[in-house]
């Protein structure tokens, strides 16, 4: 079944090249497009879509505001942001306010679907040149311990693309493996760094050079 997409955005032209360049891909489907916050809210209540493709700097309501009301009337629906903005501030609120995924407008069509099958399949997607500002986050973590017994070659080659924000599924296309094998790798590598999360995940390949 394809996976079912709600536009958000205040430029009708963008709105446009996207529906176009969604629509080329049978495993996607435009239910609709929303120019403004209350627009998309009552869209995505009626045409209940599996992911919204959202603006941040929407007229009125802002993106940040949306997603907050999104997630409490559709806790299941998946909020990828499609935004100009590449402030770390900004990412983290958007992320913080339960946004799935962030996205930068300088995306090229490719990394678009990627990023919305990701969220899809529960991933989050953060822009790769977004990815390093989430370390600031872990100030409240503190340091990542030592594996409590050596990582294999393989599951460093899994910690290092994780660390540079590949989902699950390009790190198998990438290492030839199944997704499957990449999950369990991921989860056998999180369990041996005492590691609960991407963000203190990348934070241990920045200090082991592993970026």
């Known amino acids: 079944m394809a996976t079912r997409v709600l536009i958000a955005d205040d430029h009708p032209v ?3 090249g996207l529906r176009v360049l969604l629509a080329a891909d049978p495993e996607l489907e435009v239910v609709g497009e929303a120019g403004t916050g209350e627009e998309t809210l009552r869209l995505a209540e009626e ?3 599996d992911v919204v493709l959202l603006d941040i700097g929407m007229p009125g309501e802002s993106g940040i505001e949306t997603v907050r009301r999104l997630k409490a009337e559709l806790p299941a629906l998946k909020v990828l942001f499609l935004t ?6 900004m990412l983290l609120e958007a992320l913080g306010a339960g946004g799935d995924g962030y996205l930068i407008k300088r995306a090229d069509e490719a990394e678009i679907v990627q990023a919305i099958r990701a969220v899809r399949r529960g991933d989050v997607y953060v822009h790769p040149a977004m990815t390093r ?5 872990v100030e409240t973590t503190g340091r990542p311990q030592e594996p409590v017994e050596p990582l294999t070659s393989r599951e460093i080659d899994v910690l290092r693309l994780l660390a540079r924000g590949n989902t699950n599924r390009q790190i198998a296309e990438l290492l030839a493996l199944s997704v499957r094998t990449v999950e369990s790798h991921r989860a056998n590598l999180m369990g041996k760094l005492g590691l ?3 963000v203190e995940l ?3 390949a920045e200090e082991h050079g592993l970026l």
């Not at 500002?133 to 986050?137: G, T, V, Y």
């Open 14 to 16: 963008l709105r446009s």
């Open 47 to 49: 045409l209940r879509p």
């Open 84 to 89: 100009m903005h590449e402030e770390e501030g």
């Open 133 to 137: 500002a989430l370390l600031s986050q």
């Open 196 to 198: 609960s999360s991407r």
């Open 202 to 204: 990348v934070t241990y």
